[in-house]
């Protein structure tokens, strides 16, 4: 499983009291529902269902190794690293050339 540098530094020296926002990729195999209901059990919260049956979720420091411990995830980083699509994005969000 990929786990981000951010996360990986998050897991090695947590904030107590402070929670972070997630990106889980699931696996292509995976059932999104079991792996949200993984994530509910052990402490996180679904913040939202992203593309693909991947996840969004928030979660105290302390519970990082629980979301990477759930079966069905690929990836985790955190939701700095999801990209945003020209749809959503403004002129604010992207810069041009020229």
Request: proline share 2%; aromatic share 4%; hydrophobic share 45%.
């Amino acid at each position: 499983m990929y786990v981000s540098r951010a996360v990986r530094s998050i897991r090695e020296d947590p904030i107590e009291g402070e929670s972070v926002a997630l990106a889980l990729t699931t696996a292509d195999d995976a059932d999104p529902e079991a792996v949200a209901a993984a994530a509910e059990a052990v402490g996180a919260t679904v913040e939202r269902r992203l593309q693909f049956g991947d996840l969004a979720v928030s979660v105290a420091h302390k519970g990082i190794d629980d979301v990477c411990a759930i079966d069905g995830v690929d990836a985790v980083e955190t939701t700095d690293a999801i990209a945003i699509t020209t749809e959503a994005a403004t002129d604010e969000d992207v810069e041009f050339d020229g």
